[in-house]
């Protein structure tokens, strides 16, 4: 009884990630847009980044591989300090009328990428977030089209060039964790 009760509460943790992952989506989804490619781009990443803290958490409880749990504190922490900081560029920017259709493309990034799961928590957690960050990427370069601000900018750079290297990281791990 007791050995199932293992692979049964990984299972149960990676099926918590999936739902946690299109949690986010939805939310995404269901955001009024406003037009102006800064402040879209800012709510949708401040979801985005609440799902990873969410998926970080769920793997430093339940993760087993060291390795991995120590790149999900990282993931969490950098993730938490952008939060504030897009919070502080919302609460000071006013959306500008614009025509950006940057919340839809967003939306279609969302629905791509693959990533595998097989009931180990830590596998689990880094395909999963390897494909989180992907979409992260490839939604900071379609804003980067469009930004006007500087700050906005700075955020997308930034997570192209971290997330970049995060999922090289979780590719390698998720590689090694197969079994």
Do not use: C, W, Y
Request: net charge positive.
């Amino acid at each position: 009884m007791l050995l199932l009760a293992k692979p049964i509460l990984a299972q149960n943790t990676s099926n918590a990630m999936m739902k946690s992952m299109q949690s986010g989506m939805n939310k995404m989804m269901s955001m009024k847009m406003t037009g102006d490619p800064d402040h879209d781009f800012a709510m949708m990443l401040k979801e985005h980044h609440r799902s990873a803290v969410e998926m970080a958490d769920m793997e430093i409880k339940q993760g087993r591989n060291a390795q991995v749990k120590a790149l999900a504190g990282k993931i969490k922490a950098s993730n938490q300090k952008e939060i504030k900081e897009l919070d502080q560029f919302m609460s000071s920017h006013k959306p500008q009328s614009a025509s950006s259709k940057l919340g839809q493309k967003g939306m279609e990034i969302m629905h791509g990428g693959s990533h595998s799961m097989n009931g180990n928590v830590d596998h689990d957690f880094a395909s999963m977030m390897a494909q989180h960050h992907q979409q992260g990427v490839d939604m900071a370069r379609a804003f980067l089209k469009e930004g006007k601000t500087e700050k906005m900018k700075s955020i997308a750079n930034n997570v192209i060039g971290m997330q970049t290297k995060e999922m090289a990281e979780l590719k390698r791990l998720e590689s090694n964790l197969k079994s």
